[in-house]
Nanobody, 117 residues
Framework: VQLQAFGGGLVQTGGSLRLSCAASGVIFSISTTGWYRQAPGRQRELVAT????????NYADSVKGRFTISRDNAKNTVYLQMNGLKPEDTAVYYC???????????WGQGTLVTVSS
């Protein structure tokens, strides 16, 4: 399984970005997936997750009401729509996939989001 993240960039405070993460392999549709982020000098933190069928979503308190996670199992892709961006959202964003049979998570390479004040 390989994950490829896209969509990062530089945006002003209050702006929007949409991240995408495309997965290879056949287990995407049966796996929980989501996004983490890591800001400079800080630990990686969970941003949002979505269940395999897209029914259950979870968000970090810091992004609730601003970010929306979604997935398209036909395209093996998970998205993160980020609105109302703040400088504190600046980080490298990583997508991940958690297989239902256990074992290690799969990770994408990360995409940098920079929010200027």
């Amino acid at each position: 399984v390989q994950l490829q993240a896209f969509g990062g960039g530089l945006v002003q405070t209050g702006g929007s970005l949409r991240l995408s993460c495309a997965a290879s392999g056949v287990i995407f549709s049966i796996s929980t997936t989501g996004w983490y982020r890591q800001a400079p000098g800080r630990q990686r933190e969970l941003v949002a997750t979505i269940s395999s069928g897209g029914i259950r979503e979870n968000y970090a308190d810091s992004v609730k009401g601003r970010f929306t996670i979604s997935r398209d199992n036909a395209k093996n892709t998970v998205y993160l729509q980020m609105n109302g961006l703040k400088p504190e959202d600046t980080a490298v964003y990583y997508c991940y996939l958690r297989p239902p049979y256990g074992g290690d998570d799969y990770w994408g390479q990360g995409t940098l989001v920079t929010v200027s004040s």
